[in-house]
């Protein structure tokens, strides 16, 4: 009896503070998947029909799992396995990692940490990566890029993107898993490989979540580079949020991404117009040239209430905070920063870092009147691990 709760216990204290912190991920999402190749590349795995063991397996072992109809022929090297309406894959220990390669359509290969389960759905597979939390929000640091940057910058962009997951935690709660791999719900592409620093600063946060004087979940966006001045949320989106204001960003101004310009012909400057504001007028002998606003949405001229972001978006601009120079023959555009400007800029903050500023001082720095919470101590509406 002894052996046996012994064992019992101990695996249970283990395991259950993981899957309390595990998130499911659908992957390729919007493909249309028939038929991958699953290997183990680092750990050992079970496979598990429902609650039912088919075997275990080692570092090196391949699946091919393809769909006919509505279940799933799983095959490993030697033999077939079975036909099942849904399989999974369970990693034994904490340092399980698979590589999946879709081979119906042909994609690369890629590495994703910890269990798979696959199943059939709408006429195609199902992949979902169930994964330690703190894992999964290090590969999206990767996958946003700054590789090579402080480990504070890493720790400040782990809150955010923690407090983005938690937020969104029930986004495709209907379909079955918590957030898909495509870049509206975050970017995932694969785990974090390239520098494992992310993945220490990310457990050195590991629960922190930011909150409002309401003590409800922020929106946390980031963006590459505000130019030096970031954006009020009203401005990009609905409704203005008192712990996203503009800021000053003294950090950013000599990184990469500070300053760009773009030059388009005159004409199709004309053509947009036209059509932006419906109206028959010659705007042809006019002068549209304006110098840099302060962040705001619209500029007016010529009677012409002129939206910023619509004109970024039109002509593919870097960022909706511009000076517009119309020369007569074209009309030259001399911006600042790069993406929406809202939140953490993130190559002021990777400044910040760098000269000694710590992950709170940049967090503060960017929202106003935030604070932070362990979210595996909140009461959280919806929050329902399993
Ligand atoms: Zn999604
Ligand atoms: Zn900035």
Redesign the pocket.
């Known amino acids: 009896m002894r052996y046996f709760i012994l064992p019992l216990l101990s695996l249970l204290s283990i395991v259950t503070p993981i899957q309390a912190q595990s998130i499911k991920i659908?992957l390729l999402?919007s493909k249309e998947i028939n038929s991958v190749t699953v290997s183990i590349q680092e750990g050992r795995y079970l496979l598990k029909v429902g609650n039912e063991i088919m075997g275990e397996y080692k570092k090196g072992s391949i699946f091919y799992i393809s769909r006919f109809g509505n279940s799933l022929q799983v095959r490993d090297k030697r033999s077939f396995i079975g036909d099942f309406s849904s399989v999974e894959l369970n990693s034994k220990g904490n340092d399980g990692v698979l590589n999946i390669k879709s081979v119906n359509p042909i994609m690369e290969s890629t590495e994703y940490d910890d269990d798979l389960s696959v199943k059939v759905e709408d006429n195609r597979m199902q992949l979902i990566n169930k994964l330690d939390m703190e894992k999964y929000i290090a590969a999206v640091i990767e996958a946003e890029g700054g590789n090579g940057a402080n480990r504070q910058y890493y720790m400040a962009q782990a809150v955010l993107i923690r407090t983005f997951t938690i937020k969104n935690l029930y986004?495709?709660a209907e379909d079955g898993f918590n957030?898909?791999?495509?870049v509206?719900?975050?970017a995932y592409k694969h785990r974090c490989t390239q520098n494992p620093e992310i993945l220490e600063a990310t457990r050195a946060t590991a629960g922190s979540v930011l909150v409002d004087k309401d003590e409800v979940l922020i929106m946390s966006p980031f963006h590459s580079n505000c130019g030096g001045k970031t954006c009020p949320a009203g401005m990009v989106w609905q409704r203005d949020l008192p712990y996203l204001q503009s800021v000053d960003d003294p950090f950013c101004i000599n990184q990469t991404n500070a300053l760009w310009t773009i030059r388009v012909p005159r004409q199709e400057w004309l053509s947009f117009i036209s059509e932006y504001t419906g109206s028959s007028i010659d705007y042809s002998r006019y002068n549209f040239s304006f110098p840099l606003p302060p962040r705001t949405k619209l500029v007016s001229i010529h009677g012409i209430e002129l939206n910023l972001r619509t004109v970024r978006e039109r002509f593919g601009l870097r960022s909706a905070y511009y000076a517009l120079e119309d020369t007569g023959s074209e009309i030259i555009f001399k911006g600042k920063g790069y993406g929406h400007g809202v939140g953490m800029c993130q190559q002021g903050a990777m400044e910040m870092a760098r000269v000694g500023y710590t992950w709170k001082d940049i967090i503060h720095f960017y929202f106003q009147a935030v604070q932070l919470r362990d979210y595996r101590e909140m009461e959280l509406h919806r929050f329902k691990p399993e």
Not at 179 to 182: A, F, I, R
């Open positions: 659908a999402n986004k495709h957030l898909c791999d495509e509206h719900c975050q």
